[in-house]
């Protein structure tokens, strides 16, 4: 979408009261259009920001022109700043982020000696099915009818 332009895009990216917002203006007009809007969004204090150009795999060109960052401030509650000091990972409220599943809980006993049975008795009758089929094979290729 914004390759190949004439003209600048612009991109604003506004955490307010644990909601992230990103607008983008794309067209060259000055109308700014959501991108996307994240309520519930918790970051950490004491990080900074950074911007990269790199897009991945697929080398492309982008150059960051520049960049505008600004403090807000915002009364809080009493609770509100106690709860935004414990932080230490961001999060997304009601969101599960990938690689963030809660682990599996490990087979118990019997299930464990269950499925390693029923595999070993698997291997077993394949390994005869492959047996008999190969002595049948061998029958076979000896039988020449001349």
Same mark, same amino acid.
Not at 21 to 39: A, M, N, Y
Not at 88 to 107: H, I, Q, R, S
């Given at each position: ?22 607008? $983008? @203006? $794309? @067209? ?31 080398? @492309?060109?982008? &150059? ?19 709860? &935004? ?7 997304? @409220? ?53």
């Amino acid at each position: 979408m914004v390759r190949n332009l004439n003209h600048d895009t612009f991109l604003v990216i506004r955490y307010v009261k644990r909601r992230l917002t990103v607008l $983008i @203006d $794309i @067209d060259g007009k000055h109308e700014w259009r959501d991108c996307i809007d994240v309520p519930g969004v918790r970051l950490p204090r004491g990080y900074y920001f950074g911007t990269s150009s790199v897009t991945g795999d697929l080398s @492309d060109n982008h &150059d960051i022109i520049s960049l505008k960052l600004y403090q807000l401030t915002v009364e809080r509650t009493p609770e509100e700043e106690k709860r &935004d000091r414990e932080v230490f990972l961001p999060v997304v @409220d009601n969101l599960k982020l990938p690689g963030m599943e809660a682990p599996l809980e490990p087979m118990s006993g019997l299930a464990l000696f269950l499925v390693v049975f029923f595999s070993l008795v698997a291997i077993v009758f394949a390994i005869v099915i492959g047996i008999i089929v190969y002595n049948k094979w061998q029958e076979q290729s000896r039988k020449h009818f001349y």
